[in-house]
């Protein structure tokens, strides 16, 4: 049996790899910006990244890239034989069919992709927040939103594969535009994406007056400059933390009416601002879900690992599949 394997999750900005021990245990890090220009459609470019990430990783800890299995959530609908079908948050390696690519690069025959957020559920449900918990769902807060949902146990995986693609659930109807061809996705309000575009929105009506004089104009304040100012307790930065809170618990509401999850796991990019964000999407839950106060608590939760559950994930599957 392997000790290690690497796990890497190949987010819209930036592909992380880990070395992951069959414990959780996190041995090496290394990470690279994900390739959007000067791909060939065929995820040529995402897969030279990849894998010089990969082999300077594992030089760097003296392993054989070779025999070591590795494991790589991507975002996107991942088909049951690995190939990522559609990815609207990585147009460049949409279609292509990663897995079989990294083997030839790495002349290794234990690749496996998955689903970056469902990679994601697997780590916190094996080592995380979602330990000993049948029923939950991971929601990953990034660039999208991406999801993981474990019921009884298991992770549901739906006919295709395509299970747990909750940032594309419709909250607005005819509402803003999203890179998957629809509109109104939840992810394009609750988002590190919905944050950014909240932002420009309250900026240019006025809601941010601080920051848009700090900043010099409306088009300058970022998401960024939101968060750390929320943190120092500005006004209208909690409000609108407190606005994506309610989109939060919105979607988070729909979840929980169809599914009777109890519990739900928060990770991704977006979980740094987790502490301004998670107790409005508490408070405002209570009012947007059917029949709160008959059903058990719903709990709602940090993810243990944060930007690195996805990689962890990717790490657990390459132990699980590589058998
Ligand atoms: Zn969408």
Redesign the pocket.
Known sequence: MTDVAIGVDVGGTKALALIVARDGRVLGELQAPTPHAHDDGAGTATAKVLTELINELCARHALDSHEVPVGVGLPGLMRRDGRLAFA?NLRTASGADLGTLLGESLSSSIVFCENDANCAALAEHEWGAGRGIDDFVMVTLGTGIGGGVVADGKLVRGRSGFAGEIG?MVVVARGVA?P?G?HG?W?RYASGGGLHRLTREAAIEGRLPTLVAQSGSAASVRAEDVTAAAAHGLDEAVMLLKEVGWWLALGLANLAAILDCGHFVIGGGLSSASDLVLPSAREYLADLVEGYSARPAITITSSMFGPRSGAMGAGLVAFERNT
């Open positions: 609207p594309h999203c998957c629809g996705c992810e």
